[in-house]
């Protein structure tokens, strides 16, 4: 990095498409008219949910502090609320920069956008604490009631106990086989056969 990037910075752009047919053409002009040099905006062609994601890797280890992320949209680049908040937060802590293109007010290098920042992130707090507490409430209601939380138990009658156990003693069908017929996965398969054992 140069004297000059040292004391201003450097613009690093992340761009994202959820599938391979999706085009990346307008997140890549919009950042490079926000002013990131081509070479430096990473790409990844990947759906939000997945948590590898090479280009975001690699882009996270060219920012050094000093630098702003810029993305074109909050979405591009948190897998969920939460992680985009953490991702934040950590860029942040390193002392890089933080900017979305369309979600103007979002610019934690300035004083106004990492308010909205941290106004975005005491949000995303409080509504988890909500969900926590609602989750107890329900729990301490069912109990209450004389239920108990948790999976309910499969007796050795239910049909597709049975039948997993019929097509297991069948040694010409793979367990693939069967849990694509009864529409379980290989963990519930393996559970059904100890029913009862």
């Known amino acids: 990095m140069t004297e000059e990037n040292r004391e201003t910075g450097r613009l690093i752009g992340y761009a994202r498409v959820s599938t391979g047919g999706q085009e990346l053409h307008s997140q890549i002009d919009a950042l490079k008219k926000a002013g990131v040099p081509e070479k430096l905006i990473f790409i990844d062609k990947a759906s939000g949910a997945k948590s590898e994601r090479p280009g975001l890797d690699s882009c996270m280890q060219e920012l050094q502090a000093g630098d702003t992320l810029v993305i074109w949209r909050l979405d591009r680049l948190g897998r969920s609320l939460k992680h985009l908040i953490e991702t934040v937060e950590q860029l942040m802590e390193r002392g890089v920069g933080f900017r979305s293109?369309?979600?103007?007010?979002?610019?934690?290098?300035?004083?106004?956008?990492?308010?909205?920042?941290?106004?975005?992130?005491?949000?995303?707090?409080?509504?988890?604490?909500?969900?926590?507490?609602?989750?107890?409430?329900?729990?301490?209601?069912?109990?209450?009631?004389?239920?108990?939380?948790?999976?309910?138990?499969?007796?050795?009658?239910?049909?597709?106990?049975?039948?997993?156990?019929?097509?297991?003693?069948?040694?010409?069908?793979?367990?693939?086989?069967?849990?694509?017929?009864?529409?379980?996965?290989?963990?519930?398969?393996?559970?059904?056969?100890?029913?009862?054992?």
């Open 101 to 197: 293109i369309s979600d103007g007010g979002i610019d934690t290098t300035t004083a106004s956008g990492e308010m909205v920042f941290n106004i975005f992130a005491t949000l995303a707090q409080f509504e988890r604490r909500l969900i926590q507490e609602r989750t107890q409430a329900g729990l301490k209601a069912a109990r209450a009631r004389g239920r108990k939380g948790g999976r309910p138990k499969i007796s050795a009658n239910d049909p597709k106990v049975k039948m997993a156990k019929k097509l297991s003693k069948n040694y010409n069908i793979s367990i693939g086989e069967i849990c694509n017929t009864l529409k379980i996965s290989r963990a519930t398969y393996y559970r059904f056969l100890k029913i009862g054992e």
